[in-house]
């Protein structure tokens, strides 16, 4: 299995609900990290978990939320999102802690769009 | 200077033409690199790592400067389904963090 799958693919909310996105990959990687990613801009990181921790949170607003449970699977839940974060959230897990060595595996994605 | 600069294109080639992007970057610690293709919607998808003696896979060819912190991509002989972003992108130091170049479209034009 060489894939990293998040769900849902598409999601709409409202300004006053909470949802998470969850994202799953069973090949062994022990880093897995969110990105956020606005039409026509690269990726920007979000939160990196390594070996279950939260080692980087590049200044996040506490309105969106990640959890790791297992080495397998990351979350991330939102709550009182803003219009202006509708994007896609891209799930991405590497190999090993000593940096990608072989590159990210990204998942498909979910778009979401705050109403 | 930004972290990783790229050509900021859009490049339009026809069919079988060559095409090189070309991209810098400023961490002199950056540690790995690699080229990124985001096809319209989709998620970035690995393209190829790049390292300093230079690699190749098929007609894509990736080199890396260390010295001038410089990172080239060609393409040879274009195709149609080559149309895509390219994404140059670099990783170093002690955490895992990767920085995404703006990107660079082309287009292949029949």
């Known amino acids: 299995d060489t894939e990293v799958t998040q769900t849902p693919k598409h999601l709409v909310m409202g300004m006053t609900n909470k949802k998470s996105l969850k994202c799953e990959q069973h090949?062994?990687?022990?880093?897995m990290y969110w990105y956020k990613q606005k039409a026509k801009k690269p990726p920007e990181l979000m939160f990196v978990?390594?070996?279950?921790?939260?080692?980087i949170n590049e200044s996040v607003p506490s309105r969106f939320s990640p959890e790791c449970p297992n080495s397998s699977l990351l979350n991330l839940h939102l709550h009182a999102l803003q219009p202006e974060d509708s994007a896609l959230y891209l799930c991405?897990?590497?190999?090993?802690?000593?940096?990608?060595?072989?590159?990210?595996?990204f998942g498909s994605g979910t778009r979401l769009t705050v109403v | 200077r930004k972290e990783v600069e790229q050509d900021p294109g859009p490049f339009n080639v026809p069919e079988g033409a060559t095409v090189a992007f070309n991209c810098t970057y400023s961490?002199?610690?950056?540690?790995?690199f690699f080229w990124y293709r985001q096809d319209c919607r989709k998620e970035p998808k690995l393209l190829m790592s790049?390292?300093?003696s230079g690699n190749e896979d098929g007609r894509f060819t990736a080199q890396l400067n260390r010295a001038s912190q410089y990172i080239s991509l060609l393409i040879r002989d274009s195709k149609l389904s080559d149309s895509a972003t390219y994404l140059c992108?670099?990783?170093?130091?002690?955490?895992?963090?990767?920085?995404f170049g703006k990107g660079t479209l082309l287009t292949v034009n029949p």
């Open positions: 992108v670099v990783s170093g130091g002690s955490n895992y963090k990767l920085t």
């Open positions: 978990y390594s070996y279950e921790k939260l080692s």
């Open positions: 090949m062994g990687h022990r880093a």
């Open positions: 790049v390292y300093s």
């Open positions: 991405a897990s590497s190999h090993t802690d000593a940096g990608p060595d072989y590159g990210y595996t």
């Open positions: 961490n002199s610690a950056s540690q790995s």
